[in-house]
């Protein structure tokens, strides 16, 4: 059985991992090992059927010595202060190894989104505003959408948080619709942002990227666009992509013997990522479990589904041939997991460098909002290429400096920069 670690626990362990090989001041590591602020509240919503219904909201602030906190709102059944205390501390990590000057936080609601209205969710969304406003801002703390929440939304907070405080403020928000202050690029930006990180890691590992097979789990945005790039920039072929299929309520995946064309699969594909099967056993594609995708024939492999697929169980079933793991999901690969690559050799980009692109083109989004000036696509996704290719690079340095594991070397780049700039704003 795949192991279950309590998500904090696991951010703790991992931090107080390298903490060590920092051989950080006990003192320090004391305070990161926390959130700085948390939040916990309730919002009352007047529901459609005359009731009031109180929900429980979070927001947790991990570090922002390197700028505003920045992460997602999720709304979530499960959602626990756990989860969300987790999810602030890893933003921290991911926008310092991304060295974009922004902290960590996350955000949430116990509610599962499909078992309220529209005017429901608009009204929880500035319910959790009317709470927090005090305590966010452009300057201060800068919410987007995550699971369970939308650009829609994301609209609806920035205009309920613009009211509030009497002025347009479209950058307290990220993740906003186009047209609406949201940026050109974002759709892609995380596929493309892992592919850039594959294409470094490829050249370091002197790869033909023209010869490369790669294997993704999961069809939503990250994996979309990261198949589209794979085929697109690094001229690569993709052996399956896979899916949950929300109709029958199982996962299946795709192969076909030309290799998988997402820009076909892309108008198959319904908002949550289910492929339509049927479609795509009428173009040739062949239809398997949804653990099949891990056994494929490939070079690359790209979990970006969900958490945990790459597991103790499931890795033994990779490919031989596997020479990179791009980690496109947030905890694709499990603690277990990573022991198996270790020893197996096989280059690993964790997820909190490999999945950064989209928080990097959340904070353009928020540059644009600043200078109320937009940039096209094209400009978007090439500071978009510079940032991914030095953040990847950062972290390769200090892997091979220290000889240490990329995710190791990933955790090391990002905590000595937020403790640098602790140290430069005389914390301690
Ligand atoms: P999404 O909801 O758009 O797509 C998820 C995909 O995974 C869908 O195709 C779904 O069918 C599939 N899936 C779900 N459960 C599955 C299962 N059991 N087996 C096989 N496939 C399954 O989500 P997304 O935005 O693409 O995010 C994917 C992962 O990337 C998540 O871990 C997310 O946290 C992470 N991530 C996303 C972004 C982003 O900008 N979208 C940024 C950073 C990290």
């Known amino acids: 059985m795949a192991e279950q670690l309590n998500a904090f626990d696991m951010a703790q362990k991992q931090f107080d991992h390298v903490a060590k090989l920092l051989k ?33 909201g979070f927001r947790v602030q991990h570090n922002d010595a390197r700028g505003p906190n920045k992460g997602g709102i999720r709304f979530a059944a499960n959602e626990t202060m756990d989860t969300v205390r987790a999810l602030a501390t890893w933003m921290t990590w991911k926008c310092a190894v991304a060295d974009i000057p922004l902290g960590g936080g996350k955000g949430g609601i116990i509610v599962d989104p499909s078992t309220i209205s529209v005017r429901e969710k608009e009204e929880l969304c500035r319910g959790w505003v009317d709470v927090m406003w005090k305590n966010i801002g452009p300057r201060n703390d800068v919410p987007a959408p995550d699971v369970g929440t939308t650009p829609q939304m994301m609209g609806w907070m920035m205009d309920e948080y613009s009211k509030l405080v009497g002025q347009f403020t479209p950058g307290v928000f990220t993740g906003k619709p186009l047209g609406g202050g949201g940026s050109e690029g974002r759709t892609e930006a995380t596929g493309y942002g892992v592919i850039y990180t594959v294409r470094e890691a490829m050249k370091h590992l002197k790869m033909d990227s023209k010869k490369s097979v790669a294997t993704i789990e999961g069809f939503g945005n990250v994996a979309q666009y990261a198949a589209i790039g794979f085929i697109e920039m690094l001229g690569g072929k993709v052996a399956a992509v896979s899916c949950w299929d929300r109709n029958d309520k199982k996962s299946y995946t795709y192969s076909h013997k030309a290799g998988v064309d997402p820009r076909f699969l892309l108008t198959i594909v319904d908002e949550y990522g289910t492929i339509g099967k049927a479609k795509a056993e009428a173009a040739g594609y062949i239809v398997e479990d949804g653990e099949a995708w891990i056994t494929k024939e490939a070079d690359v492999l790209i979990p970006a589904a969900i958490e945990g697929h790459v597991n103790g169980d499931t890795v033994k079933k990779m490919s031989s041939r596997i ?27 964790p997820d909190f460098l490999c999945n950064a692109g989209g928080v990097t083109t959340s904070y353009f989004e928020s540059v644009q909002n600043d200078m109320n000036y937009y940039w096209t696509k094209e400009e978007v996704l090439g500071r978009l290429d510079t940032k991914m290719t030095q953040a990847f690079n950062n972290v390769l340095e200090m892997s091979e400096k220290e000889k240490v594991y990329m995710r190791d070397a990933a955790y090391m780049v990002s905590i000595d920069r937020v403790v640098k700039a602790m140290q430069l704003r005389g914390w301690f």
């Open 323 to 349: 020479k990179i793991v791009a980690e496109g999901a947030n905890g694709g690969v499990t603690p277990e997991a990573d022991e198996f690559l270790k020893a197996n050799k096989i280059f690993d980009i």
């Open 24 to 56: 950080l001041d006990p003192g320090i590591s004391e305070v990161l090992r926390w959130p700085m602020r948390e939040y916990s509240f309730r919002i009352p919503v007047r529901m459609d059927d005359g009731s009031l219904r109180v929900f429980q």
